[in-house]
């Protein structure tokens, strides 16, 4: 049977060139390779854009003591004045704030964690 379709060349209806449920059809096929397209591109895209703040109550940051303002640190036995991100030989300021010892995921510059390192 000859549907009555849309045409994709023309735009105008006409007799079969593409029914309207196979125009449907290669509409969702197209929706559907655009959408795996974009979720390929994801790990292409720049660090920045996948960070993530480090939170104080995950598993690692907990086990490093990091917190998001050094000045909570005081009296911690490895935190020392003056120690902060921003001077940790970690600290990634080139990548959005990154922490390398975090997969390179955000911090706040004035926060510590007990794995501090001087900048050389
Ligand atoms: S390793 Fe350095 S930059 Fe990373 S959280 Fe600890 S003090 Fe901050």
């Given amino acids: 049977m000859i549907e009555t379709g849309f045409c994709c060349v023309i735009g105008k209806k006409k007799r079969h060139i593409f029914s309207n449920s196979e125009r449907r059809k290669w509409m969702k096929r197209r929706q559907f390779l655009r959408a795996a397209a974009a979720v390929s591109l994801i790990p292409l895209l720049p660090a920045s854009a996948q960070q993530t703040d480090v939170s104080e ?64």
């Fill in 57 to 120: 109550d995950e598993p690692l940051a907990k086990s490093l003591n990091y917190v998001k303002d050094a000045k909570k640190a005081k009296g911690h036995a490895k935190y020392a004045e003056g120690q902060i991100c921003g001077n940790c030989m970690f600290f990634r300021p080139d990548q959005n704030n990154g922490c390398a010892l975090f997969s390179n995921r955000r911090v706040e510059k004035e926060g510590w964690c007990m794995s501090w390192v001087a900048m050389q």
